[in-house]
Nanobody, 124 residues
Framework: QVQLVESGGGLVQAGGSLRLSCAASGRTFSTYTMGWFQQAPGKERVFVAAISSSGGPTSSADSVKGRFTISRANAKNTVYLQMNSLKPEDTAVYHC?????????????????WGQGTQVTVSS
């Protein structure tokens, strides 16, 4: 079992930055691929970025390429999402998720554990 707790969300103006964190419980964090997903009001949850268990391969949605960066610190059981050049359309609840296996997949169904999410609001 893995428990995930997100933090770092908030209200920011367009063009600003935020760094989200996701702290995981358990001693096997380094064996999990981690992902970030966003869910805007009234919309389905969609993939943002993922990072392999080793911290090597990553993947990200086209909409955030060049603006968002995913990273992890296995010694701290934490995965991060650095969000720069934020836009109003980035407003959403951001969830982190964990899956066994190395592939940083964008498929939501492949993730086994989910956090409750942290709200990000970008004002224009």
């Amino acid at each position: 079992q893995v428990q995930l707790v997100e933090s770092g969300g908030g209200l920011v103006q367009a063009g600003g930055s935020l760094r989200l964190s996701c702290a995981a419980s358990g001693r096997t964090f380094s064996t999990y691929t981690m992902g970030w997903f966003q869910q805007a009001p009234g919309k389905e949850r969609v993939f943002v970025a993922a990072i392999s268990s080793s911290g090597g391969p990553t993947s990200s949605a086209d909409s955030v390429k060049g603006r968002f960066t995913i990273s992890r610190a296995n010694a701290k059981n934490t995965v991060y999402l650095q969000m720069n050049s934020l836009k109003p359309e980035d407003t959403a609840v951001y969830h982190c998720a964990a899956r066994t296996g190395w592939e940083p997949t964008n498929r939501e169904s492949e993730y086994d554990y989910w956090g409750q999410g942290t709200q990000v609001t970008v004002s224009s």
